[in-house]
């Protein structure tokens, strides 16, 4: 099953790549069809001014930064809506907040350090109990390679990142638990029209494992599996905007074992930048199709054991 998903995973950003790369540039140095090179250098400047990492919404560009570059990034996803286990009004809302320093070390790899937040309250949830609690959950270090930077002649970025980390509560009970998990994502974007509009797409895998606190530390054991897609183009000088999907898979079980929720997403994704230093994304993805493999829901709509119906993102930057 995991050599099956990992090589569509390939296929998909191969497509993508393939479908997404610009016409090949004329004999003459400008683009084909008789641009002249003016044209070809406003195209470029426009270019080298986008650092397509916070771009694509839940999605990842391959971009990096310079040797010496810094970063503090706060980014919260929220996420909405689970079934109910009764008649009568239900609530599922939880806030994952994270605070960031990344700094660059080298040209083309960076390292961030993360600390997590989990704000939650759940009441009249299936197979969840009620609560309402405010906690912190943990922290990650995040380490990126870029091994293509696209440019006006390559128009590819590809970047891999691994993101170990610790957590102190299980992402969808609530339960306080000590969790170890390793995502790895790869990363791809392409320049569709230089300056003007971008393709990006991660594969990602995240295993974890842990023991729950209390109830004799049972043992807990999962992964995920996730193929985004994105397609952002520029709609003022310096705001961007498109439609991301999401393909996700989860497991009981560290490497893929047992399959339990099946989801696909769809939203926008917008990115704005305040000043060259300071910037926004945002973006929405809701559940437009999934299934859960529990004999109890097999009927039911949407993959919900794992995923939730509606998720928000909000992430704010400052580069320095």
Do not use: C
Not at 2 to 22: E, K, T, W, Y
Not at 195 to 201: C, F, K, N
């Amino acid at each position: 099953m995991a050599a099956r998903l990992a090589r569509a995973a390939a296929s998909i950003l191969f497509a993508g790549a393939v479908a997404a790369a610009p016409a090949r540039a004329g004999p003459e140095g400008g683009p084909a069809g008789g641009q002249g090179n003016g044209q070809q250098n406003g195209q470029q400047d426009q270019q080298e001014q986008v650092d397509t990492e916070h771009l694509f919404g839940f999605s990842e560009g391959a971009e990096t930064g310079r040797k010496g570059e810094q970063e503090v990034v706060l980014d919260t996803v929220t996420r909405i809506g689970k079934r109910r286990a009764g008649p009568g009004p239900s609530t599922y809302r939880v806030l994952d907040t994270k605070l960031g320093y990344q700094f660059d070390p080298t040209d083309g790899f960076s390292i961030e350090l993360g600390a997590f937040g989990d704000l939650r309250r759940v009441r009249t949830i299936a197979d969840l109990d009620d609560k309402a609690f405010g906690t912190f959950d943990g922290v990650s270090v995040e380490l990126k390679y870029q091994f293509l930077h696209a440019s006006a002649e390559q128009p590819v970025g590809l970047a891999l990142e691994l993101r170990p980390r610790f957590a102190r509560v299980l992402p969808v009970e609530g339960n306080g638990a000590n969790v170890f998990d390793m995502e790895s994502v790869l990363q791809l974007d392409v320049q569709v029209v230089p300056g003007r509009l971008w393709y990006g797409a991660n594969v990602s895998f995240e295993p974890a494992a842990g023991r729950r606190r209390g109830s004799g530390g049972a043992g807990f054991r999962s992964s995920t599996f996730l193929v985004s897609q994105s397609l952002v183009g520029r709609i003022a000088e310096n705001t961007f905007l498109g439609p991301e999907i999401r393909y996700l898979r989860g497991y009981d079980g560290t490497f893929l074992n047992r399959l339990e929720s099946v989801a696909l997403t769809l939203g926008p994704a917008l990115h704005h930048r305040f000043t060259e230093k300071t910037w926004l994304t945002l973006a929405y993805a809701g559940q437009v199709w999934g299934r859960d493999t529990d004999r109890a829901y097999a009927r039911r709509a949407l993959g919900l054991s794992q995923f939730e119906r509606h998720a928000l993102r909000v992430k704010v930057g400052v580069e320095f």
